[in-house]
Structures are given as structure tokens and as C-alpha cells.
């Protein structure tokens, strides 16, 4: 029971977390909302995504590096990767609610970083490894095909965001901010279907 309620919540965090990160984007295209406002959303979404991502690597258990490969290393890595890149998301979301300002017209708010994105993406393919090797995992529904598509699906569209946040020459505006916000919005609701996927039924709970 102890497992069933850890994953649960590990599925809740991120379900938050996701939510958040798609109501930033939406904030973020309508002016009257404060830029503050918006700005704290993205980093209560990613302080839930780096607290959903940490229950997600330490219910994948200790590392055992020699002769440790196949599905249950690559639980691991995905795991370990993919919170590397959540704490990139809490370094980028403060650091763009302390630098809040418009420029040229144009808001500056929370956008997904390269180096986030990158380890979201790294962790999502590593994923799929893990999923055809289910049967030598901790357990073998932690890692399920629809899962792995949604996050991927939701990794790429924050990369996306990420390659139209790229600033114009000379300029800190956004290369395209609309795409930018898009790319967000529909990355975060990925998320969101792989986590209220993951989330455990009862009967899927092994033991006591």
C-alpha cells in the first residue's frame, strides 16, 4: 500500500505541476494578467514537476552499475535525467520571475530552456528502452507505451517552445512567442495525459 500511495502521488505532482505549466502559457497571452502572477505560476509548476520527478527516480531504487543494464537501467537514467531537467525548469522559472520586464512591448515571462527541454527529451527516449524490457522492472506497469508517447509528445512540444524563446539578434524579444506559449500549452497537456495515465488503480497495488 505504501507503493500504491507514492506513485499515486508522483502522478498527482506532475497532473499539478502540468496544469500550471498550461495555465502559465495561457496567462501569458492575456495582458491584463500581471506578468508576477504568471511568472509564479511557472515556478510553483516546476517546483511540482522537480517533487513528482524525485518520487519518480527513488521508487526506481538504488543503482546496481555492475553488469546493470537493459529496461531497469534505463528506468533509472529516464528517472535521473528527467529530474536533472526539472531543476534546470526551477533555475530558469525564478530567474525569469526576478528579471520580470517588458521590453519593446513585448512581456518577458517563463519560456522552457534548452538545457530543460534537452534532458526532458534524453529522458523520454530512454523511456521507451524501458518499456520494452517491462518485465525485468520494478514493476512492470511503470513504464507503459501510452505513457512514454504522451511524455514524448510533451517533451517535444517544450523543446519547440524552447527554439522559438530564442532571442532575435540584437534583441531580447522572442523569436515567436506565440509558438512559444503553443508549444507550452500543448507540452504541459502531454504531461498531464501521461501522468493521469500513470496513476495507479487498486488493482494494480502488488501487496501490503
Known sequence: ??????????????????????????????????????????????????????????LCGRPRFAGWRGGPASDWWSSAIQFAGTLCFNLSTTAALLQLTTVDGQPSYWRPDVYGSAAFLISSVMAFNACAMRDRLWDPEARVWRVAWFNLLGS???????????SEPG??????????????FVGALGFLIAALLMAPRPTTVRGE
Open 1 to 58: 500500500m505504501r507503493w500504491f500511495s507514492k506513485q499515486r502521488a508522483e502522478a498527482g505532482y506532475f497532473a499539478i505541476g502540468s496544469i500550471l505549466f498550461a495555465l502559465g502559457a495561457v496567462m501569458a497571452e492575456i495582458p491584463s494578467v500581471s506578468l508576477t502572477v504568471t511568472g509564479i505560476t511557472f515556478v510553483a509548476g516546476s517546483v511540482f514537476f522537480t517533487v513528482a520527478a524525485l518520487t519518480q527516480w527513488l
Open 156 to 166: 517535444v512540444f517544450f523543446a519547440i517552445s524552447a527554439i522559438a524563446a530564442r
Open 171 to 184: 534583441s531580447v524579444n522572442s523569436v515567436n512567442p506565440t509558438l512559444d506559449n503553443v508549444g507550452t
